[in-house]
């Protein structure tokens, strides 16, 4: 809220905190957390002491470990902490892992199957409608044999 200290002398803060849609009693609550930290939620202290933590270890390692790996480093040293809540104080943060990128594949060595000899290699028909070549299937009915499917 540096705006609003910035511009209460010259405006008041009420004017100002009903053009924000706030109640200047939020004005005056974040005022007096920034000046006495000490009577701030016991969340909020322990986020602030967290925070450090979270940033010693994402810096020790080099900036790359993710939430989990941060996490389990927090447990190692004895730090209870839930890892939603790493979670959340790294999102605010704006901390993140390094994303393993897949590993290019630029050689396809093994060559797909080759299809099947259907015809006996004899691929020249003399006439239209001489050679067919797929699958049809048929399905025992209480009428006889029903056809289900042809496959070309």
Not at 39 to 44: F, H, I, L
Not at 50 to 75: A, M, P, T
Not at 143 to 152: F, K, M, S
Request: one cysteine or more.
């Amino acid at each position: 809220m540096p705006l609003l200290d910035k511009l209460r002398e010259q405006y008041g803060v009420g004017p100002l905190c009903s053009e924000l849609h706030i109640a200047p009693s939020t004005y005056y609550h974040c005022q007096q957390q920034r000046h006495h930290p000490d009577k701030r939620s016991a969340r909020a202290q322990r986020d602030d002491w967290l925070k450090k933590e979270i940033q010693r270890v994402y810096d020790e390692n080099h900036k790359v470990y993710g939430v989990r790996k941060v996490w389990r480093q927090l447990l190692r040293e004895g730090i209870r902490v839930a890892r939603c809540t790493v979670a959340r104080l790294m999102a605010v943060m704006g901390l993140a892992g390094v994303l393993r990128g897949k590993k290019v594949r630029t050689t396809i060595s093994r060559k797909a199957v080759a299809a099947g000899d259907r015809v006996n290699r004899q691929f020249v028909a003399e006439r239209p409608d001489q050679l067919w070549s797929g699958r049809f299937y048929l399905r025992q009915h209480m009428a006889g044999l029903r056809l289900c499917g042809v496959h070309h």
